[in-house]
């Protein structure tokens, strides 16, 4: 079971929207191509139908998604507590240097200011129920590191 914020829930069920209104164009790519006559040689008809195929996996992936995970409900969460969704401001403490994170049950790869870790790596479990003033150990690929938790926003 994977555990979501509820912004993380409604841009998933976005994306599902969008991705089953895509259907309709698709078909008619493939009926366009099919037009053309011979399949066996009809570059456009196998493109049309490659798409078609990864727009249904994506759509039965994001369908499961949203069937197994669960909304985090952050009402009963301490302010001062990391829990899923929130930014939490680090302070490596070998170098002093600053660092948000925010604490996600999936990547977006979207663009902010924010690095985005996951609840299931080292860093997002390694947070997890951290309070300000904490150090908390991380054991990362190139070694163990130690953050202190500078501010949750």
């Given at each position: 079971?994977?555990?979501?914020?509820?912004?993380e829930k409604k841009q998933i069920e976005a994306k599902l929207e969008q991705l089953k209104a895509k259907r309709g164009d698709i078909t008619k790519e493939i009926a366009e191509a099919r037009a053309q006559g011979?399949?066996?040689e009809n570059a456009g008809?196998?493109?049309a139908r490659e798409k078609q195929g990864l727009n249904e996996a994506d759509i039965r992936r994001l369908e499961t998604r949203l069937?197994?995970?669960k909304v985090a409900d952050t009402s009963d969460v301490p302010k001062d507590m990391v829990f899923l969704g929130?930014?939490?401001?680090?302070?490596?403490?070998?170098?002093?240097?600053e660092t948000l994170y925010k604490v996600v049950g999936e990547a977006s790869q979207r663009d902010t200011d924010e690095?985005?870790?996951?609840?299931?790596?080292p860093m997002g479990e390694a947070l997890l129920k951290a309070r300000v003033g904490d150090v908390v150990k991380v054991?990362?690929?190139?070694g163990t590191k130690r953050f202190e938790v500078v501010e949750i926003k």
């Amino acid at each position: 079971m994977e555990l979501i914020t509820a912004d993380e829930k409604k841009q998933i069920e976005a994306k599902l929207e969008q991705l089953k209104a895509k259907r309709g164009d698709i078909t008619k790519e493939i009926a366009e191509a099919r037009a053309q006559g011979d399949l066996s040689e009809n570059a456009g008809y196998h493109a049309a139908r490659e798409k078609q195929g990864l727009n249904e996996a994506d759509i039965r992936r994001l369908e499961t998604r949203l069937a197994t995970a669960k909304v985090a409900d952050t009402s009963d969460v301490p302010k001062d507590m990391v829990f899923l969704g929130a930014v939490v401001k680090l302070r490596d403490t070998a170098s002093e240097r600053e660092t948000l994170y925010k604490v996600v049950g999936e990547a977006s790869q979207r663009d902010t200011d924010e690095i985005e870790v996951t609840v299931q790596s080292p860093m997002g479990e390694a947070l997890l129920k951290a309070r300000v003033g904490d150090v908390v150990k991380v054991d990362l690929p190139r070694g163990t590191k130690r953050f202190e938790v500078v501010e949750i926003k």
